[in-house]
């Protein structure tokens, strides 16, 4: 079992940067690959990017490719989500998320652990 807390959301302008970070805690995140996802209001929540539990596989929607990276530190604990030239369509809540070591972490994973979100919101 595994605890996740996001942070590092807020209020940022056309075209600048965040980085998100998903800390774990409970056990060790290379039992596990990770994911981020996003929901924004009125919507269904998206797949963002994810990377497997040795970090030698990482995945990314179309949307977001060229723009966000996906990273983990394993003796942190955590994984980043560093977003750069964001553009109004990518305000959303943000949830990182955990599931059974297999080496891949895509959308199409069942995700098995969710922390509880941090907000991001672009202004134009």
């Known amino acids: 079992q595994v605890l996740l807390v996001e942070s590092g959301g807020g209020l940022v302008q056309a075209g600048g940067s965040l980085r998100l970070s998903c800390a774990a805690s409970?056990?060790?995140?290379?039992?596990?690959?990770m994911g981020w996802f996003r929901q924004a209001p009125g919507k269904e929540r998206e797949f963002v990017a994810g990377?497997?539990?040795?970090?030698?596989?990482?995945s990314s929607a179309d949307s977001v490719k060229g723009r966000f990276t996906i990273s983990k530190d394993n003796a942190k604990n955590t994984v980043y989500l560093q977003m750069n030239s964001l553009k109004p369509e990518d305000t959303a809540d943000y949830y990182c998320?955990?599931?059974?070591?297999?080496?891949?972490?895509?959308?199409?994973?069942?995700?098995?652990?969710w922390g509880q979100g941090t907000q991001v919101t672009v202004s134009s």
């Open positions: 409970g056990s060790p995140i290379s039992r596990y690959d």
């Open positions: 998320a955990a599931t059974q070591a297999m080496g891949v972490a895509d959308g199409r994973r069942r995700y098995e652990y």
């Open positions: 990377i497997s539990w040795n970090g030698r596989s990482v």
